[in-house]
T-cell receptor, first 112, second 113 residues
């Protein structure tokens, strides 16, 4: 079955710096890759997603890149702000299933 | 509100009891998903409904867990003979159809004493 690995598990950056979180997946049939932000005690919130027919997608300070050959995708946050502090989860879905397989999460701390 | 609604927000019960958790998806969303999230981990898939039918229940841990969606909207996750290991946050998500962005509710925090 699908397996998603995520690194790093924790990431601390200074406000204004960039943050990068990386994920790899095992199922070559995976075709949809969302990223969720989860604040303590809150719901996972979809922040950006990418499909397998696209290599990069950007939304303001957030971007996601996908390398299908290497089976990895990354989240890039530029000009980080303290309110970006949260746990970020990557996930993957295979075209023949509809269940999200999540990574183990990255706790991002942005220090003022 | 227009989001996924889950009730109750918290449930505390004794080992061996029966519990029901409710999910009201976003209006018009045909796909509904249940996940379970333990502390410090990512959500784990339990079951997926497309309309009224369970399209994939491969994530249900054992036969104590069961879910229904009789009219293709609200879903209920049922857990029989609860065990302490069932303690977790149970999350519901919905999407317009399958393989579309999934939007989560706030979850039900289940504690088995």
């Amino acid at each position: 079955g699908e397996n998603v690995e995520q690194h790093p598990s924790t990431l601390s950056v200074q406000e204004g710096d960039s943050a990068v979180i990386k994920c790899t997946y095992s199922d070559s049939a995976s075709n949809y890759f969302p990223w969720y932000k989860q604040e303590l005690g809150k719901r996972p919130q979809l922040i950006i997603d990418i499909r397998s027919n696209v290599g990069e997608k950007k939304d303001q300070r957030i971007a996601v890149t996908l390398n299908k050959t290497a089976k990895h995708f990354s989240l890039h946050i530029t000009e980080t702000q303290p309110e970006d502090s949260a746990v970020y989860f990557c996930a993957a879905i295979s075209y023949n299933t509809d269940k999200l397989i999540f990574g183990t999460g990255t706790r991002l701390q942005v220090f003022p | 509100g227009a989001g996924v609604s889950q009730t109750p927000s918290n449930k505390v019960t004794e080992k061996g009891k029966y519990v029901e958790l409710r999910c009201d998806p976003i209006s018009g969303h045909t796909a509904l998903y249940w996940y379970r999230q333990s502390l410090g981990q990512g959500p784990e898939f339990l079951i997926y409904f497309q309309g009224t039918g369970a399209a994939d229940d491969s994530g249900l841990p054992n036969d104590r867990f069961f879910a229904v969606r009789p009219e293709g909207s609200v879903s209920t996750l049922k857990i029989q003979r609860t065990e302490r290991g069932d303690s977790a946050v149970y999350l519901c998500a919905s999407s317009l159809t399958g393989n579309q962005p999934q939007h989560f509710g706030d979850g039900t925090r289940l504690s088995i004493l």
